[in-house]
């Protein structure tokens, strides 16, 4: 299996590095076939705090059909995250997968990646929370159904309010891809707390 981890510009490392540990670790401890493929629309991405990451395919080289999840960091509107998150390049990605019925997984503001594809119309998701909830506000006007928690899942699609959400929207597309118990077994040997 392969997880597509798209990063726009401005993208946060941590929102971003959940992704690439958590399935790491249940490819590397626990045998599961899932590798994470990172894009750009540049070889190198500098993300929100400046530091250059390093990608392995550039968006024009997808080939949906070769992934079997997308995975997107949130990221800062003042450094640009929107400018390549909203490119009609990165509509057409989200709307691909979400035919196809594969995972989605965004943290964060990314959700304004997928409203703005689109997918969310009339379905349940979530984005951040704090500042009297203007940015829930702004992203129940794409006709989303805001639902204050810190993560909604919607079918295909999982959505988080903050960064703190992170590693819980890695757990929950890393069940998706696998079961319940076998997110369970990686979770409990990263520290977490297996039962939540």
């Known amino acids: 299996m392969k997880v597509l981890l798209l990063c726009p ?15 790491g670790w249940a490819r590397n401890d626990f045998g599961h076939d899932i590798d994470v493929v990172t894009c750009g629309f540049q070889k190198t991405v500098i993300s929100t705090f400046q530091v250059p990451i390093q990608m392995d395919i550039l968006i024009d080289d997808i080939i949906v059909s070769d992934y079997d999840a997308l995975a997107i960091p949130g990221g800062f509107r003042e450094f640009g995250f929107f400018d390549e998150g909203f490119d009609p390049k990165t509509k057409q990605l989200i709307r691909e997968f979400d ?3 594969k995972p989605i997984a965004s943290v964060c503001v990314a959700a304004f990646l997928l409203a703005n594809s689109g997918i969310l119309k009339g379905r349940k998701a979530t984005t951040y929370h704090l500042h009297q909830g203007i940015e829930q ?22 959505t988080s309010y903050c960064p703190q959400t992170a590693p819980d929207v890695a757990f929950a597309l890393l069940e998706m891809l696998t079961t319940h118990e076998a ?12 039962d939540s």
Do not use: R, W
């Open 137 to 158: 506000q702004k992203l129940a006007a794409y006709n989303v159904c805001v639902v204050n928690e810190p993560v909604v899942i919607d079918a295909n699609v999982i």
């Open 99 to 101: 035919s196809q019925g």
């Open 183 to 194: 997110m369970l077994e990686v979770k409990h040997a990263m520290g977490f707390e297996a």
């Open 9 to 23: 510009k401005a993208f946060e490392t941590m929102e971003f590095s959940v992704f690439i540990d958590v399935i």
